[in-house]
């Protein structure tokens, strides 16, 4: 599979979050709203530092995106690695859902990448089937975006430490960390068409330079790097309808 992009472009961030227990013994359900998780507002936050809790046997968390959509996958950010099944439910209404699921069988540390059938519907669940999930962060689904042609990609790790000194009296010198390494990916694309341009730019006009994704450079094994775009693209024609442009992504952290 080529070098892929896993991006939010159908505003898993925006949708409203509710909590709750699916009855798994019944293919549709129901899904019922309750207290069942803890911090379940950590799931779509953009970060993958903190952890929603209390997610044990048939808890599930519901996306409410307001309209249907029709993803592709849905990516997972775990820190710890489980074997406990997870089902990726969808529906027309808030309670009752359709015979269809996805089954994730284990989760490894960092992000997994769940391929979904796709088919357009309103509410999205991640429920957990045969035991607890204790590491889950954060949780979204897009429409994936496979790079027209195999990048060349540089991988620099910046060793700017982003310490500063203070003098003190005594020629005493103190310093502090205003930030950790770390690393940039720099990836050159050439010789795209028109459309492939236009994929990109509707890619970097979702995310600009706010949103962090996912690059992989096989699409499905990783690693899978959260990144965001360090600065906005520019296409050089280099033939009638043939473009180059580079990619420069700064890694995250959290």
């Excluded at 820190?79 to 996805?102: E, K, M, P, Q, Y």
Aim: hydrophobic share 35%.
């Amino acid at each position: 599979m080529a070098a892929t992009i896993y991006y939010d472009n159908l505003n898993s961030r925006s949708a409203t979050l509710t909590d709750g227990t699916i009855d798994n013994t019944s293919v549709t359900g129901p899904f019922s709203s309750s207290d069942a998780l803890t911090n379940e507002e950590r799931a779509n936050d953009g970060g993958i530092s903190e952890v929603v809790s209390g997610w044990a046997v048939d808890d599930a968390l519901q996306f409410n995106f307001g309209s249907g959509i029709s993803p592709d996958f849905c990516a997972i950010y775990s820190t710890v690695a489980t074997s406990n099944d997870i089902r990726i439910n969808r529906g027309f209404h808030a309670t009752n859902l359709v015979g269809i699921w996805n089954t994730v069988s284990s989760l490894s540390i960092g992000w997994n990448i769940a391929a979904l059938t796709v088919a357009s519907y309103q509410y999205w669940y991640i429920n957990s089937r045969d035991g607890d999930l204790t590491g889950i962060t954060e949780v979204f689904f897009g429409d994936k975006l496979e790079l027209p042609i195999a990048p060349t990609a540089n991988i620099i790790e910046e060793h700017t430490y982003g310490s500063e000194e203070v003098k003190a009296l005594g020629a005493n010198r103190y310093y502090f960390s205003k930030h950790n390494n770390f690393k940039t990916l720099t990836l050159s694309l050439d010789h795209m068409t028109s459309a492939n341009k236009t994929s990109l730019e509707t890619f970097a006009n979702t995310v600009t330079d706010r949103e962090p994704f996912i690059y992989s450079e096989d699409g499905t094994t990783g690693p899978f790097h959260w990144v965001r775009l360090v600065r906005s693209l520019t296409f050089r024609q280099v033939a009638p309808d043939i473009y180059s442009t580079q990619l420069v992504l700064r890694e995250l952290t959290a």
